[in-house]
Nanobody, 127 residues
């Protein structure tokens, strides 16, 4: 089992940047594929980005491609989401998620693929 704690959210002006962090408990962080999702008020939780166990494979939603970058540091049990050129439509609660996998290349993109979730961190982008 793994526990996830997000941090780094806040209020930023359009065009600005934020870096979200997700710290995981336990000693087997490198066994988990990781992902970021977001949920805006009144909307479904949507996929943002995913990264495989070792960090060599990443995948991002079209809405954030070229602006957001997912990365991880297995020595620090942490996954990051660097968000640049933020837009008001990026306003949402951002969630970190994890799933254990034997497949080193696995980069899951569906909400149902993930087993563990953090509590979320609010990102607000003002126009």
């Amino acid at each position: 089992q793994v526990q996830l704690v997000e941090s780094g959210g806040g209020l930023v002006q359009a065009g600005g940047s934020l870096r979200l962090s997700c710290a995981a408990s336990g000693r087997t962080f490198s066994s988990y594929a990781m992902g970021w999702f977001r949920q805006a008020p009144g909307k479904e939780r949507e996929f943002v980005a995913a990264i495989n166990r070792r960090g060599g494979n990443t995948y991002s939603a079209d809405s954030v491609k070229g602006r957001f970058t997912i990365s991880r540091n297995n020595a620090k049990n942490t996954v990051y989401l660097q968000m640049n050129s933020l837009k008001p439509e990026d306003t949402a609660v951002y969630y970190c998620a994890a799933v254990s996998s034997y497949d080193y290349s696995y980069t899951p993109k569906r909400r149902g693929d993930y087993r563990y979730w953090g509590q979320g961190t609010q990102v607000t982008v003002s126009s």
